[in-house]
């Protein structure tokens, strides 16, 4: 047994795969087989050698045609995880590189989004750029893009195009409003999607209209494009056949949207704007101390209640008044709950408050600051380089066996344009000239 499970690696990423289809077949047909098998992976050394060094998308060649943040976030993590990225650029660069200059003179949404990957800069109306770019293709995995809509089908690059030329082919299009649907000819960046999908309807305080702080929308498409890579991966395993994957940010948006929408089209209304409260649930959201330190609180079930009334508040009698019945109750004499807390909170100092809440085993949280995050002491941080310097970046929020104690770097542009070019020229098919 250990000389099939050593050797299926000699054969490349093709007799891993073919390994891995004869895995899940005998666990479907033979499950003593499997038990046998599981105790020699679990149990022998040269599984225990391997599984700290070889990451589980290693082989993998992804082609990322991609710029600012949705494909980019995408693709950075996939890196992580092993895969070879190679990361297509227009001639002057991802303009998401031109976004700020804050980390030591690189953009910061660059630096975060594109480590561990080779850049290279071609400008595909050139045939000869182009034919170097369906050379890759051709050896490729998985093909990533986020162009503008219908941008890749005028290169002769479509999902449905490649596929039948390289049925293996997996193909990812991630755009603002999906293929189909009067919007999907639209252009959308992060705070059109935001506004279109309602997120800024349910999201802030009363007032002027707010943009939730990150790019919320780009981040989730990306990790939702993710999550469609990886199943198609291990589709790939076990049919031989690659696949689609279609992402659109206001789909990533919509899903997110979920409960307002659930709430709204059969409850008869969606929640409003309010702040750092709970449309839902009393008592949540931030009362001030006697010292003006701030404190978010949340009470998720009648347990908790009891206890924060008993211990936090020290007012037991809360528990027989009717206002105070259930939560929809609390939710109904909000201003009752609220004003109860917020009076009890001003009484005190932030660490008695603190120790109250700590001895109740209430959730509570800080009202914190971006500086505030960077000394948390949950933050954990990864080394990476940037130009001379090193930064420290957040760790991936997954802490795995494999994860790697430092970053690579983000690359410059066309930083690897000279060896990649003479990697594929050799299978680029001949260019063809439009006519003219």
């Known amino acids: 047994m250990p000389s099939v499970f050593q050797g299926c690696f000699q054969f490349g990423k093709e007799g891993f795969e073919q390994w891995q289809f004869l895995w899940r077949y005998l666990a479907t047909t033979m499950p003593s087989h499997v038990v046998t098998f599981h105790a020699f992976m679990s149990d022998t050394t040269p599984h225990h050698s391997l599984k700290n060094t070889v990451k589980p998308l290693q082989g993998l060649l992804v082609v990322a045609l991609e710029q600012a943040v949705a494909a980019p976030y995408c693709s950075s993590r996939l890196a992580d995880a092993g895969a070879r990225v190679i990361k297509i650029e227009r001639p002057e660069g991802d303009f998401a590189r031109g976004y700020d200059r804050h980390v030591h003179g690189e953009s910061s949404y660059f630096v975060w989004i594109n480590r561990g990957k080779e850049s290279i800069a071609l400008d595909l109306k050139k045939p000869e750029d182009l034919s170097i770019l369906k050379a890759m293709l051709a050896g490729a995995d998985v093909f990533l893009q986020n162009l503008a809509p219908g941008a890749t089908a005028r290169l002769g690059l479509s999902s449905e195009s490649l596929r039948a030329h390289h049925p293996r082919l997996i193909t990812c ?48 498409a990306g990790m939702n494009a993710l999550i469609g ?35 709204g089209r059969y409850g008869g209304r969606a929640p409003d704007r309010v702040g750092l409260k709970h449309p839902s649930i009393t008592p949540y959201g931030v009362f001030p101390c006697g010292d003006g330190r701030e404190l978010v609180i949340s009470i998720q079930n009648e347990r908790e209640w009891q206890a924060f009334c008993k211990i936090v508040l020290q007012r037991p009698d809360l528990l027989a008044d009717p206002r105070c019945a259930d939560n929809a109750a609390r939710c109904n004499h909000r201003a009752f709950v609220d004003g109860v807390v917020t009076d009890v909170f001003a009484a005190l100092e932030s660490a008695q408050a603190i120790q ?20 948390h002491p949950q933050l954990r941080t990864r080394d990476m380089p940037v130009g001379h310097q090193v930064v420290k970046m957040p760790a991936l929020p997954w802490q795995v066996e494999w994860e790697s104690p430092s970053y690579l770097p983000a690359p410059d542009i066309d930083s690897h344009g000279e060896a990649l070019r003479q990697e594929f020229a050799a299978s680029a098919p001949p260019p063809v000239s439009k006519p003219h």
């Open 229 to 263: 890579i990886q199943q198609a991966v291990l589709q790939r395993h076990l049919t031989g056949q690659g696949s689609s994957v279609h992402v659109s940010l206001f789909d990533s948006a919509a899903e997110l949207m979920s409960v307002p929408y659930l709430q």
């Open 356 to 375: 109250r809440l700590d001895m109740a085993q209430t959730a509570y949280g800080h009202v914190n600051s971006v500086s505030d995050l960077m000394v």
């Open 173 to 220: 299009d991630i755009s603002g409003y999906g293929a189909h649907g009067s919007y999907h000819q639209m252009k959308a960046y992060d705070l059109l999607v935001q506004a279109e999908s309602g997120l800024i309807a349910v999201s802030g305080a009363p007032g002027e209209w707010g943009r939730i702080g990150v790019s919320l929308c780009d981040i989730t």
